[in-house]
């Protein structure tokens, strides 16, 4: 069972930056690959970034290219989420996911852990 505790949400005005993190239990933190949702009220979940296990490779929904970077550190156990240059559509409720397979994910039902979820606002 793998615990993920996300923090570091907030409000902030466009165009400003927040790094979001993502910490997990599981000392074998660095076979699971990782990922970051996000969901906007009324709207479903939706992928926004995700990066590999054991390898730094990285993948991004088109809205998060160029502006938001995942990262790990896998001796802390805890996965990032920068996010500069952030917009009002960016405001959302945005969880981390792990999963054991080799390439992540852009599909939330192929996560099998998932944290509790941090509000990120963005104000115009």
């Given amino acids: 069972q793998v615990q993920l505790v ?48 054991l390898l730094d490779i990285t993948i991004y929904a088109d809205s998060a290219k160029g502006r938001f970077t995942i990262s790990r550190d896998n001796a802390k156990n805890t996965v990032y989420l920068q996010m500069n240059s952030l917009r009002p559509e960016d405001t959302a409720v945005y969880y981390c996911a792990a999963d054991s397979r080799t390439i992540p994910s852009r599909t939330d039902s192929e996560y099998r852990y998932w944290g509790q979820g941090t509000q990120v606002t963005v104000s115009s």
């Fill in 6 to 53: 996300e923090s570091g949400g907030g409000l902030v005005q466009t165009g400003g930056s927040l790094r979001l993190s993502c910490a997990a239990s599981e000392r074998t933190f660095s076979t699971y690959s990782m990922g970051w949702f996000r969901q906007a009220p009324g709207k479903e979940r939706e992928f926004v970034a995700g990066i590999r296990r």
